[in-house]
């Protein structure tokens, strides 16, 4: 027997599973987000997290761009897939 609990999990299991994801290559995932400004917030707010864990100001800067482009072009693309 199933419980309503249970019922309610699988069912936000299910809905999630749906949700556009952005998977930056550390694995850390964004949702799509319809509103551009804070699609931009929530994609600078990671990037800002890769600028953190390097010490190197160079190579810092070289991390935040790198994943910068790849959100980007992930946005750009699921996008474009949505309005089909």
Same mark, same amino acid.
């Given at each position: 027997?199933?419980?309503?609990?249970?019922?309610?999990?699988?069912?936000?299991?299910?809905?999630?599973?749906?949700?556009?994801?952005? #998977?930056? =290559?550390?694995?850390?995932?964004?949702?799509?987000?319809?509103?551009?400004? @804070?699609?931009?917030?929530? $994609? !600078?707010?990671?990037?800002?997290?890769?600028? #953190?864990? =390097?010490?190197?100001?160079?190579?810092?800067?070289?991390?935040?761009?790198? @994943?910068?482009?790849?959100? $980007? !072009?992930?946005?750009?693309?699921?996008?474009?897939?949505?309005?089909?």
């Amino acid at each position: 027997m199933v419980t309503p609990r249970q019922r309610s999990a699988k069912k936000s299991e299910r809905s999630s599973s749906r949700l556009p994801l952005l #998977k930056c =290559e550390c694995g850390a995932e964004i949702l799509l987000l319809p509103d551009l400004k @804070v699609m931009n917030h929530a $994609i !600078e707010v990671h990037v800002l997290e890769h600028r #953190k864990k =390097e010490k190197d100001p160079d190579k810092a800067a070289a991390a935040a761009a790198r @994943v910068r482009k790849i959100l $980007i !072009e992930q946005l750009l693309r699921k996008a474009s897939e949505m309005g089909k």
